[in-house]
Every structure is written in C-alpha cells, then in structure tokens.
C-alpha cells in the first residue's frame, strides 16, 4: 500500500528559483493537507484542501499556492524560493476535515534547501 | 487559539525503563488527541488517539487517557526498547487540520 506518495524527496534550490511539490493518496480521501517541519518547531499548516475543488489557508500560508488537481492529488508551489522556507515538508490525508476524529496519513516527506 | 505544550527534549532512559512524556492541550471544544512517532528520515505515524474524555488510547504498548479535567494526554510506557527511540509528537484536532507540540526526541540506550 503506498498510502501518501510525495516527489521528489530532495531539493536544492537557489533563491528566487520556484518549484513544485507533488502529493498523491491512494486511500481515496477527501480532505488533504501541507504541513512544514522546522527545528523546534513541531509541524505548521500551510494549506488544506476539505475536498476536491476547495483549498484554504492554514497557519503560515504566506509564499505559498496549492493546487488541488483532482482527489487524488494536491500540490504546493513555491513561486519565489525565499531561504526561511528551507524546511521540511510534509503532505498528508485523511477521509474528512468535517470529522475530527479521523487521523491524518503523512507521506515521507520533501526536504528542501534554499541557498 | 487551539495549542499544544509538550516536554522538550531530548529525553534520555535505559533500555526497560519506565517512560511519560507530558502533553497539555489549550482548545476550544473537545478536539480529538493524537500521538504521532517520527522515526529517522520517515514522515510521522500514527501510534494512538483517544476522541472524547476519560478515552484510553493504545498501541504497541504505548498507552495515553484523556484526561479533560486537567487537559492532558500523556504518553507511557511500561518498558521501552531501543527501537523506541525516536521523535513523539502529541496533537490535537481540530476542523482545520492538526495542531502540533514541538515533539519530544527520546533516545533509549542499551
């Protein structure tokens, strides 16, 4: 079972340089998320999608833009790499935001350097 | 808004020791709690949850209540081993999403 598949693992980037973030579930969950993990930190919402078709900001969505393609897939683009966005960054899924109880799957994560 | 406090730190016990990580939660409502464990270079996994008061959750025999009259959802373990060793986030949920503790390192020594 893949569960939560993120690309690609690791990236260097230099500042200004934008990139893509790709997530995908296999679990045919309706609500998916990004998350960023810094030193001391713990993990903070960027964005969230509740289903197909709808996104919303979370706690620092500011240089960031998500796309939520189809149920399968939810990307999160950087469009001018800053080095404070150097982190690592996690998508995740669950079956509904409606519902609290439900867990999030994480994927592996995206460790990203800005330079 | 919603909040998470958890011992920093890194923890550090001997192989068959008896372990508590603190967690104490601030929210408005009744969230649902969740332990999250990170090992190296691995995304977060969920261990236990517990969803409404006075709920015990367990799992690898990992146990935490909900405790809402002190707003606490602390981790024990009876005995841990090596392969415990690893990063512990507590969490709760709200509609939005997770909010997370700093998470707790725990390195357990042979």
């Known amino acids: 079972n893949a569960g939560v598949t993120q690309t690609p693992k690791f990236q260097v980037l230099k500042t200004g340089q934008s990139m893509t973030l790709q997530c995908a579930q296999d679990?045919?969950?309706?609500?998916m998320y990004w998350y960023r993990q810094d030193p001391g930190m713990g993990l903070r919402l960027i964005y969230y999608?509740?289903?197909?078709?709808?996104?919303d900001k979370g706690e620092v969505p500011n240089g960031y833009n998500v796309s939520r393609l189809n149920k399968r897939e939810f990307s999160l683009r950087l469009e001018s790499a800053a080095p404070s966005q150097t982190s690592v960054y996690f998508c995740?899924?669950?079956?509904?935001?409606?519902?609290?109880?439900?867990?999030?799957?994480f994927g592996d994560g995206t460790r990203l350097s800005i330079l | 808004g919603d909040s998470v406090t958890q011992m920093e730190g890194p923890v550090t016990l001997s192989e068959e020791a008896f372990l508590t990580i603190n967690c104490t939660y601030t929210?408005?409502?009744?969230?649902?709690l969740f332990w999250y464990v990170q090992y190296p270079g691995e995304g977060l996994q969920l261990l236990l949850k517990?969803?409404?008061?006075?709920d015990k959750g367990s799992n690898k025999g990992f146990e935490a209540t909900y405790r809402k009259e002190t707003t606490s959802f602390h981790l024990e373990k009876g005995s841990v081993q090596v392969s415990d060793s690893a990063v512990y986030f507590c969490?709760?949920?709200?509609?939005?999403?997770?909010?997370f503790g700093k998470g707790t390192h725990l390195i357990i020594q042979p």
């Open positions: 995740a899924s669950s079956e509904s935001s409606r519902s609290s109880n439900q867990p999030q799957h």
């Open positions: 679990m045919n969950h309706n609500s």
């Open positions: 999608s509740a289903s197909e078709g709808t996104t």
């Open positions: 929210a408005t409502g009744y969230p649902s």
């Open positions: 517990a969803t409404k008061a006075d």
């Open positions: 969490a709760l949920r709200d509609w939005d999403g997770l909010t």
